[in-house]
C-alpha cells in the first residue's frame, strides 16, 4: 500500500512539473476575469446599425499577458485559444462597422431615396448579428429573392432576418454592392477567395448581376494552385446555369473534340522532346513531363486523360530503328566519310530516348512487351558487339533498366522471354559495366543493377542459373570490378544446386469414423 502511495504521489509531482494540475500548497488561484468584446447580442437593442466606435478588449493587459503562477499547462493552452477566438471576433467587428461606415444607405441623400424602408438583420451562427435600414426598391430590383419577399403590401415598412448565416462580414458587403454603379472597380485587388464568398452569397439572394460581376472577376484573373481547387469546388457546388460559369471552368477543362484529340498532342509532345536539338532543353522537358505522368498517375482519378500504350510503343519501335540505323552506319564508317563523334553522339541520345520511355511504360505497368521486343533485337546485339564500348555503353543501360524492373516485381514476363532477354543482352552488359559505372555525366546505381541482374537470373530454371552463373564467375576473376557482383546470386544458386532439403513425408492415411449418436 505503501509502495502504491508513493507511486500516485510521484506521478502526480510529475504531473505538476508537466504543467498539467496546480499544486495547491504553493499557491492560491485568484478569479480572473477578461471583458467581453462588444457584441450585439448582448441586449435585444444592440445592433451595428448605429456602429460603435471599434471594440476594445477591456481590462488589464497584465491579465491576458501574465497568468496567475496557479496556472496548469491546460489552462494556459485554453486561455490562449480563447484569446485567439476573441481577437478573431473583434476583427470580424471592425471589417463590419467600416463596411457599415462606408454604406451608401447610410447617406440620406444617396440616389434621392428617404431613409430605408426595410430593416435588415444578419445573424451569425454564433449570434453576433448587424441590422442595416436599406431601401425596398433597391433589394427588389437587384435580387429575385428579396423581391419575392418584399412583393406584398406595398407602402408597408418591412423587417426582413437572415439567420445561421456562415460569414457575416460578406453578406453586409453584399447588400452594400447592390447600391454599387461599378462593380467591376470595385472588385479590383479583391483575393479570389473573397470574391467565391461573394458569389456564394449572390447566388443564395438570387443578386443576378453580383453573380454575374463575380464570375467576370474570376474569368480575367490568375488563380493560384489552391485558389483553382476552390473555384472549381464553389462553381460545381452552387451548379450555376450560366453561360459565364461554363467559360471560367473552360481554364480548368476541354471541350470532348480536344480531350479526343488527347493521344495526338501526348504524341507531339513526346516527339518534340525526343527530337529536340537542345540537349540541356531536351532533359528538363523530359524530367517535367516524367513528374507530370507520375502525378496524374498517382491521382488515382477515373477521368484523367492518358498516354496510351500504342502511342509508346510506337515511339520505341521508333528509336529502336534510329538505333539499328545508326549502328549499322557506325560499323561501315570510314575517314571519308561524316564525323564518327557525331555519329556516336547520336546513337548515346537514341539510347537515352529509349530508355526514356522504357521509365514510362514500367511506371505505367506497360513494360511487358517490350521485354520480348528488346529479348529479339539479334540484329541490334550483334551490331552492339562491333562499336567502342565508350560509345555503345548507353545502350547496355537499357538492358539494366529492364532487369531491374524484373528484379523489383515491376514487370512479370515468362520465364522463356526473360532468359531470351539475358541470353541475348547479359554479355553486353557485362562488356559495358565499367564504363556504365565511370560514367562521368550519368553514373548509374551499381548495387542496384547488380541486384536487378542476381534477381532476375534466380527467377529462371537451376539449369539455366547454372550456365549463367559458371559463365560469370569465369568473367569475374578476369575481370574484377569491371564486372557486376553478383556473388549473393551465386550462393543462393551454389545452395539451391549442392544443398539437399530432405524431407520426410510421414504416409499417414486419413481415418475417417462413423458415430452413431442415439436421436
Known amino acids: 500500500m505503501a509502495a502504491e502511495n508513493a507511486l500516485k504521489s510521484r506521478e502526480v509531482s510529475a504531473m505538476i512539473k508537466q504543467g498539467f494540475i496546480s499544486d495547491q500548497t504553493l499557491s492560491f488561484s485568484p478569479s480572473r476575469s477578461i471583458s467581453k468584446l462588444y457584441s450585439p447580442t448582448s441586449s435585444p437593442s444592440k445592433t451595428l446599425s448605429s456602429p460603435p466606435p471599434p471594440p476594445q478588449l477591456a481590462g488589464s493587459t497584465q491579465s491576458l499577458t501574465r497568468p496567475s503562477q496557479s496556472q496548469t499547462l491546460y489552462e494556459m493552452m485554453s486561455d490562449e485559444q480563447h484569446r485567439d477566438s476573441k481577437l478573431a471576433d473583434r476583427k470580424v467587428h471592425e471589417k463590419v462597422h467600416k463596411l457599415l461606415q462606408n454604406a451608401p444607405f447610410r447617406n440620406p441623400n444617396w440616389g434621392g431615396l428617404v431613409s430605408g424602408d426595410v430593416r435588415l438583420t444578419v445573424v451569425a451562427k454564433d449570434g453576433f448579428r448587424v441590422t442595416m435600414d436599406v431601401h425596398k426598391s433597391v433589394l427588389a430590383a437587384k435580387s429575385r429573392f428579396f423581391a419575392d419577399k418584399l412583393r406584398k403590401d406595398r407602402g408597408v415598412s418591412h423587417c426582413v432576418e437572415i439567420s445561421d448565416c456562415d460569414d457575416v462580414e460578406v453578406y453586409v458587403e453584399t447588400v452594400v454592392l447592390m447600391y454599387c454603379e461599378d462593380l467591376k472597380r470595385r472588385f479590383m485587388g479583391e483575393e479570389v477567395s473573397r470574391v467565391l464568398g461573394l458569389l456564394k452569397v449572390s447566388a443564395a439572394i438570387m443578386y443576378d448581376e453580383g453573380i454575374g460581376s463575380c464570375l467576370e472577376y474570376l474569368k480575367a484573373v490568375p488563380w493560384s494552385e489552391e485558389e483553382e481547387g476552390k473555384v472549381i469546388s464553389q462553381l460545381n457546388e452552387l451548379q ?33 522532346v525526343l527530337q529536340a536539338k537542345d540537349d540541356r532543353a531536351r532533359r528538363e522537358m523530359k524530367t517535367l513531363i516524367s513528374r507530370l505522368l507520375r502525378e496524374d498517375a498517382a491521382s488515382g ?29 557506325a560499323t561501315g564508317m570510314d575517314d571519308s566519310r561524316r564525323d564518327r563523334g557525331v555519329l556516336m553522339a547520336e546513337i548515346a541520345r537514341e539510347a537515352d530516348n529509349m530508355q526514356w520511355i522504357v521509365d514510362i511504360l514500367v511506371d505505367k505497368k506497360m513494360g511487358d512487351e517490350f521485354v520480348k521486343l528488346w529479348a529479339d533485337q539479334k540484329e541490334l546485339a550483334a ?36 532468359f531470351s532477354l539475358l541470353s541475348t543482352w547479359l554479355e553486353a552488359l557485362y562488356e559495358d559495366f565499367g564504363w556504365m559505372r565511370r560514367a562521368s555525366f550519368r553514373s548509374i546505381d551499381k548495387k542496384l543493377v547488380e541486384e536487378g541482374i542476381s534477381q532476375t537470373i534466380l527467377t529462371l530454371p537451376l539449369q539455366q542459373q547454372q550456365g549463367i552463373l559458371l559463365n560469370w564467375f569465369d568473367r569475374f576473376l578476369n575481370k574484377g570490378d569491371d564486372c557486376p557482383n553478383i556473388q549473393k546470386a551465386f550462393e543462393v544458386w551454389w545452395r539451391r544446386a549442392f544443398i539437399k532439403h530432405v524431407s520426410e513425408q510421414e504416409n499417414t492415411q486419413l481415418q475417417i469414423t462413423v458415430c452413431d449418436y442415439p436421436s
Open 383 to 418: 551490331l552492339h558487339s562491333k562499336i567502342p564500348t565508350m560509345y555503345r555503353h548507353e545502350i547496355s543501360r537499357i538492358t539494366a533498366q529492364l532487369c531491374i524492373a524484373i528484379g523489383s516485381r515491376q514487370l512479370l514476363v515468362p520465364k522463356e522471354t526473360r
Open 240 to 272: 450555376l446555369h450560366d453561360d459565364l460559369a461554363s467559360e471560367v471552368l473552360l481554364r480548368v477543362s476541354s471541350e470532348p473534340s480536344t480531350s479526343a484529340r488527347a493521344d495526338e498532342i501526348f504524341m507531339r509532345l513526346l516527339t518534340g
Open 301 to 329: 482519378s477515373n477521368n484523367r486523360l492518358d498516354v496510351s500504350k500504342e502511342t509508346l510503343y510506337h515511339l520505341c519501335h521508333r528509336c529502336l530503328s534510329s538505333l539499328v540505323l545508326c549502328l549499322s552506319e
